[in-house]
């Protein structure tokens, strides 16, 4: 069975890699190395190929098999039956939880059959620390066709026509921008990259600079030459190293090749790009306090009296745009505005990047048409809830978005029908939460997210913000009052009006939202001292159902404290002076039995 | 491990040599500095404020502005505990507890005998191995209280071997 232009990929994102998946990798390079075959295949380290959850993949071309979860000790077994006798392995195959069955392709299963890959196009297919791969697949045909074959205000009008909105959250009209800050006299312009990914649960950008380098840059350098800036910048985040180390080899290829330097492919335009590390401050995401912090200065926002199209980095004119929406650049400017606007829906085109992570069984990145509905997220491509418990909302964007219940599941998702609800698209995450997360808990864990990153500058965002969560503390801890909801809504009011940057501005969104639709959750907690979900340590105790048990014992097994007591066959107690209230015996329960409570206020021998 | 609280100038004056006199350089010769000290010794601020020209103060307040830095010694092991909100969701909490007690440090803080440092980090990305640990940048997924025990373990081990 020997093939020619045979290709293993192996995926080296960080998931995988955190899988073991680079000695599976250095396997097959060693394995192949002393094998007898007369063609030997290619092998590639790749990017993140979005299930992260069944990592390390491995793919192999072009027959177009998927293996999921391989371990080094299998790659002997992949190379002698599927390499040498096209023998597919069927316990590698991924394995359909919904439709019970293993699929050979990847392509056919109901995770990657919906999407729609634009941004994420090469991802997984290449080696991104190969320029060559990259322009196997098209790479640096945008720029050539931008700079021979298109003047600048081509370029832009091109970008203006295909409507695309800045993929960062805002949603703000990549073409305005550029043209705004093309008419700007006043040089240097700067082209900056927002790769400061802070929003927990998102991580499409990180995916795109470690598996797709050349695609930010080639985007940067075509919007360089629109608007005539020949200095970019790349802030990555601290805390993404291979995205750093990929895109830093990305810069010296590119400008061994002549797409980055003096002269660009003998154009006459130069173009020069610098990667700038950040912090660890969540603040620098936001475009002033990022700029901020390019130029040395602390991460501190400013006013936005005067856009930074007009005075930005420097106070010289500059263009900001996130990771993904300079990936979509090259495709625009090679496919024309009117393919790109076929895609998604009238005022949203093209596709968005998900991160669908949280109680969804299949974990990972997801590149869908935008108005795709959230059920089609969720249950089809995601596979649906862990365990099939109950789906009780997701949240998305980050910690200035707002969670979005179960009645909205059939919403469109696209920038404006979630603003409309009160959530925001925000960078594409998309936390899916199960009857076993506590709403509450939620809005306290965002709003202590946000006490740590607010810079301090404002006052009703440092300690508006932490008042909120020391209402919400208290209210976790079984010490809420009525009168805090109230509270909570003044505060949110006044944070919102008050705060100078997105960060104060859209902070109280998740208690707002989740007071919205989950109020008698609050209330539970506040007047019944209970909470639904189990989670609240103070406001929650376990015991089991007397009629429902079948004394299989299972829940005394797992019991870390021995707290559960009882005969085989015959219903079994929980001693409460012992329970840690860990829920495992809630989670492990096979009939339903254990019941949660909320605080206890009999003893349990009664 | 003892903790030395002189500097080595020509360290210092190595990793100032790689960089521009220009203040936008300020963040990366800091970060260098934490990577080759393990935190921001006073006298490389007083010695860096010289080299850019800017205020002391200036240094200062981005030493304790950006979460990367510090001016305390880290440990020889950094623990980075991952609270996004995948993380949380699915028991970060439960990790921080066990190891809180098991260093019986608290997060920013370091072991007595030097050889750790608990940080809790806001999303490394890396949603789909929920909840995560990670030590000096190798990952741990789908981590549990008993894994965390035998994780370590081995760098008690390593350390005292």
């Known amino acids: 069975m020997i093939k020619e232009n045979r290709k293993i990929l192996v995926c080296c994102g960080t998931g995988c890699l955190a899988n073991n998946s680079y000695d599976v990798y250095t396997q097959f390079l060693e394995k192949l190395k002393n094998t007898n075959i007369e063609v030997i295949p290619q092998v590639k380290a790749t990017g993140c190929n979005g299930l992260c959850e069944k990592g390390p993949v491995v793919k192999i071309l072009p027959d177009e098999i998927s293996y999921f979860k391989v371990k080094a000790k299998d790659v002997d077994e992949i190379v002698l039956k599927t390499i040498l006798k096209g023998e597919i392995i069927d316990r590698l195959l991924y394995f359909d939880l919904n439709d019970k069955k293993r699929i050979v392709s990847h392509k056919d299963a109901n995770f990657y059959k919906h999407q729609h890959k634009i941004a994420l196009r090469n991802i997984g297919e290449i080696d991104p620390k190969d320029i060559d791969d990259y322009k196997k697949r098209d790479g640096y045909k945008a720029l050539h066709k931008a700079l021979f074959e298109m003047t600048p205000d081509e370029v832009i009008s091109q970008i ?447 | 491990m003892k903790i030395d609280n002189s500097i080595d100038y020509n360290q210092l004056s190595n990793i100032l040599n790689k960089y521009k006199q220009e203040k936008r350089f300020t963040l990366a010769i800091l970060q260098d500095i934490q990577t080759e000290f393990n935190y921001i010794p006073k006298e490389a601020v007083f010695h860096l404020a010289e080299y850019l020209n800017i205020p002391v103060s200036e240094i200062y307040s981005m030493a304790t502005f950006y979460k990367a830095l510090s001016l305390t010694p880290k440990g020889k092991h950094i623990i980075k505990v991952c609270n996004g909100t995948a993380c949380h969701i699915r028991g970060s909490n439960i990790l921080i507890d066990e190891i809180k007690d098991l260093l019986k440090i608290k997060p920013g803080e370091t072991t007595a005998d030097g050889l750790f440092s608990l940080e809790i980090v806001n999303c490394l990305g890396a949603c789909a191995l929920a909840p995560v640990m990670v030590i000096d940048n190798k990952y741990y997924g789908a981590m549990t209280k008993e894994k965390i025990m035998e994780v370590i373990n081995e760098y008690k081990e390593a350390a005292y071997d």
């Not at chain 1, 003998?266 to 790009?273: A, I, P, R, V, Y």
């Not at chain 1, 995401?285 to 200065?297: H, P, Q, Y």
């Not at chain 1, 106070?315 to 505005?337: C, F, Q, R």
């Open chain 1, 160 to 606: 203006e026509d295909s409507h695309l909105r800045g993929r960062g959250g805002a949603g703000f009209p990549t073409g305005n921008k550029w043209r705004t800050c093309s008419n700007y006299n006043n040089n240097p312009k700067y082209v900056v990259c927002n790769g400061d990914e802070g929003d927990p649960g998102a991580f499409m950008d990180r995916s795109i600079m470690e598996g797709d380098p050349n695609t930010v840059i080639e985007g940067m350098i075509i919007c360089g030459y629109a608007i005539n800036s020949n200095n970019g910048f790349l802030y990555i985040r601290d805390e993404y190293q291979l995205a750093r180390k990929n895109m830093q080899i990305a810069i010296d290829s590119a400008k061994e090749h002549g797409f980055l330097g003096k002269n660009i492919l003998g154009s006459g335009f130069d173009f020069e790009l610098e990667i700038v590390r950040g912090g660890g401050a969540f603040v620098c995401g936001e475009s002033s306090a990022l700029m901020a912090s390019i130029e040395g200065n602390v991460g501190e926002p400013r006013a936005k009296y005067i856009r930074s199209v007009e005075k930005g980095l420097w106070d010289k004119p500059t263009v900001l745009n996130n990771v993904e929406t300079w990936a979509n650049i090259p495709p625009i400017i090679i496919n024309g505005a009117e393919w790109f606007k076929e895609i998604g829906t009238a005022k949203n085109s093209g596709t968005k990047v998900f991160s669908l992570v949280g109680k969804v069984k299949n974990t990972g990145l997801v590149e869908i048409p935008m108005g795709t509905t959230l059920r089609e997220l969720v249950f089809d491509i995601g596979g649906g809830i862990i365990k099939n418990r109950p789906f009780k909302a997701v949240q998305t964007g980050g910690p200035s978005g707002g969670c979005i219940p179960a009645e909205h599941l059939d919403i469109s998702l696209d920038f404006d029908s979630l603003g409309n609800i009160g959530s925001m698209m925000g960078s594409g995450g998309v936390i899916v939460l199960d009857d076993t997360t506590c709403m509450v808990d939620l809005a306290r864990y965002y709003m202590e997210f946000l006490s740590e990153e607010s810079c301090g500058k404002c006052t009703t965002c440092r300690e508006g913000i932490n008042t909120m969560l020391n209402i919400l503390n208290n209210i976790i801890l079984g010490k809420g009052k009525l009168e805090d909801i109230e509270l909570l809504e003044s505060l949110s009011e006044t944070i919102r009006e008050a705060s100078l940057c997105g960060l104060g501005k859209t902070a109280p969104n998740p208690v707002m939202t989740t007071l919205k639709y989950f109020k008698n959750e609050y209330m539970d907690h506040i007047i019944n001292k209970k909470c639904p979900a189990g989670v609240c340590k103070n406001l929650t105790s376990y015991s089991i159902d007397k009629e429902e048990c079948i004394g299989c014992g299972a829940c005394a097994k797992k019991c870390p404290t021995s707290a559960i007591i009882g005969e085989p066959k015959k219903p079994h107690i929980i001693e409460q002076d012992k329970c840690i209230k860990c829920g495992s015996c809630f989670s492990v329960c096979p009939t339903g039995a254990v019941k949660i409570g909320g605080a206890l206020i009999e003893s349990y021998n009664k």
